[in-house]
């Protein structure tokens, strides 16, 4: 819980000394498309797909790989680029949060007048698979060198399926299993290999119902809709 709690504090702090100085010191240039009366639902499809592959970190759980894919929706408005990502990962959970999750299950147990095994509440290891669908909105600047700077945010709907050592246990699988809410806070940077091709890095910061994440990532993004200006090679 400590380092993980560090670790974004670090984060956090990074990416706001980053956005500072490419604030200052690099002379952006916002993607331009649209005038600002043209904020329209109407300006968006589908024109792009990125493949991502990172490294996800969840409170209480051990660090694990993640895989998402994201659609490049284009521009709501000047510089606002939307987006949908579907992603996976799996992981299991840590010692000290199984016996947090025993303990609280069976106090339950035992107010609703039930009674523990003999070995107390033993469910050996707990293994969370998610499944997430996320709407996400950048705003995007265009700097030298070919690199394009984007941050944002995002809200996130979560499928958890989680699985223990004991068989057929409809009620821990009930207890465990849920659809639950997420947000986030992103940043990332994209390289142009070409106009239509792009290699990019990022990370996210957020919760995934009461608990935080914290996900590194990067991939490739191939475009074949429409693009702005600032958005060439």
Not at 13 to 31: K, T, V, Y
Request: proline share 3%; charged share 20%.
């Amino acid at each position: 819980m400590g380092h993980f709690r560090l670790r974004m504090e670090m984060v956090v702090r990074s990416g706001l000394i980053a956005f500072f100085l490419i604030g200052q010191c690099i002379p952006a240039l916002r993607l331009e498309g649209q005038e600002l009366a043209d904020y329209d639902y109407g300006n968006l499809a589908v024109r792009g797909i990125s493949l991502d592959y990172g490294n996800f970190s969840l409170e209480n759980f051990e660090e694990a790989e993640s895989y998402s894919v994201k659609l490049d929706l284009g521009f709501l408005g000047p510089g606002i680029r939307m987006a949908t990502r579907a992603s996976y990962w799996s992981s299991l959970m840590l010692p000290e949060g199984i016996a947090s999750f025993e303990s609280n299950l069976s106090n339950l147990i035992l107010t609703q007048g039930g009674s523990l095994p003999s070995n107390n509440l033993d469910l050996g290891p707990i293994r969370r698979d998610d499944f997430s669908l996320a709407l996400e909105a950048d705003y995007v600047w265009s700097i030298p060198l070919g690199f394009l700077f984007s941050t944002g945010l995002g809200a996130s709907a979560h499928l958890v399926n989680a699985t223990t050592s004991i068989p057929d246990d409809t009620f821990l699988d009930d207890l465990l299993d849920s659809v639950t809410g997420g947000i986030h806070i992103q940043g990332g940077l994209e390289f142009l290999l070409t106009d239509r091709i792009r290699i990019h890095g990022g990370s996210r910061v957020g919760l995934v119902g009461n608990d935080r994440f914290l996900e590194f990532s990067g991939g490739l993004t191939f475009l074949w809709g429409e693009l702005l200006s600032g958005e060439f090679r």
